[in-house]
């Protein structure tokens, strides 16, 4: 699987942006995708993670009331939606996929894209 990041940008607080996350290969429908982050100077920490039907997900507390997490298995895409944006979201977001499971952990994770740069001005 090859994950594909996009949407990334500058934005001011309280706006919002759309990542959307492009993967290859046939399985997509089987894994569970995640949304990470990380700052510099900071280790990578979970954003949100969807199960592979889309009937779980799970959020950070963080982000819990801003941020939705979604996918279309047509389209091999999974999608965070970040509202209210605020200047502590500025990192860089990650997608993952996760064979079969659902996880917060980053190590479990099978595949990674390459991140895309997410900066919240004040």
């Known amino acids: 699987v090859q994950l594909v990041e996009s949407g990334g940008g500058l934005v001011q607080a309280g706006g919002s942006l759309r990542l959307s996350c492009a993967a290859s290969?046939?399985?997509?429908?089987?894994?569970?995708m995640g949304w990470f982050r990380q700052a510099p100077g900071k280790e990578r920490e979970f954003v949100a993670v969807?199960?592979?039907?889309?009937?779980?997900?799970y959020y950070a507390d963080s982000v819990k009331g801003r941020f939705t997490i979604s996918r279309d298995n047509a389209k091999n895409t999974v999608y965070l939606q970040m509202n209210s944006l605020k200047p502590e979201d500025t990192a860089v977001y990650y997608c993952?996929?996760?064979?079969?499971?659902?996880?917060?952990?980053?190590?479990?994770?099978?595949?990674w894209g390459q991140g895309t740069q997410v900066t919240v001005s004040s």
């Open positions: 290969g046939r399985t997509f429908s089987s894994y569970a």
């Open positions: 969807i199960s592979w039907s889309g009937g779980s997900i």
């Open positions: 993952a996929a996760d064979w079969a499971t659902m996880t917060r952990l980053a190590h479990e994770y099978d595949y």
